[in-house]
């Protein structure tokens, strides 16, 4: 709140009186606790959702006589990435930097694991080293497995979506083409953004896979892959199969 990047609250009855302090001089607006949970994506939501401003900063503010900047690579993982934040501001670091194809610190997972501190130091987004990468795809031939539900925006923007071999994420126009999720295409980058590259030109190849004949029948993998853990009590006493008499 005193970082001044609150544009409004939205909290329960219950929260209100709870973060009254907290929450002084704030816009806010009472919703039910049905409500509260609808807006947040946690299990148990404490009643409190904001709606925050997203500081731009920029390579060169980052990078203009820092003491100390945090450099962290590929961090995928969105609960590390926020322990990475929380743990540079901890240190006195002026910036972090997520270099590569990192997750967005923004994600809701890492905005709590950052516990706040990713308001408070000038954390430069990967997105500025991620959109100079991705940009260097443009006008480059991908071959893309085709993915299910990888786009949120497909259904309006009519494209599909896929994962290249390097795992990158493509949004492409299908032509109108029967394409399945499980199929293989290859299309042209025709743009890129810092977490996903586009290719709206022509499919200029699509194969079919027995994966998309499942995903068209309905079918879903099952792997068959336990997690590994323990049991508890006494195994069952396995069957004699065979053996010589003593």
Known sequence: MRR????EVFVTEDAHLRFADLLAGAP??????????????TVTPVGMIAVCT???????????????????VETSDPGNAGTLIRLADAMGADALILAGDSVDPYNAKCLRASAGSIFGRLIELQEQISLQENQAQVGARVELLV????????AATARLSGRARDGRLVHFASGGADIRPGDIVTTTVTRAAPHFLVADGAVTSH????????????LRPVTGVGL???????PPIAPVTGGCAL
């Open 28 to 41: 806010t607006h009472e919703v039910t606790e049905r409500a509260a949970k609808a807006l947040s994506d």
């Open 4 to 7: 001044g990047l609150v544009e």
């Open 54 to 72: 997203i500081p731009e900063v920029s390579l060169a503010e980052v990078l203009d006589a820092p003491r100390l900047v945090a450099v962290a």
């Open 147 to 154: 993915a299910a539900g990888e786009g949120r925006k497909d």
């Open 207 to 218: 194969r079919r896979t027995r994966a998309g004949d499942a995903h068209a029948a309905g």
């Open 228 to 234: 590994g853990m323990p049991g508890i009590g006494v």
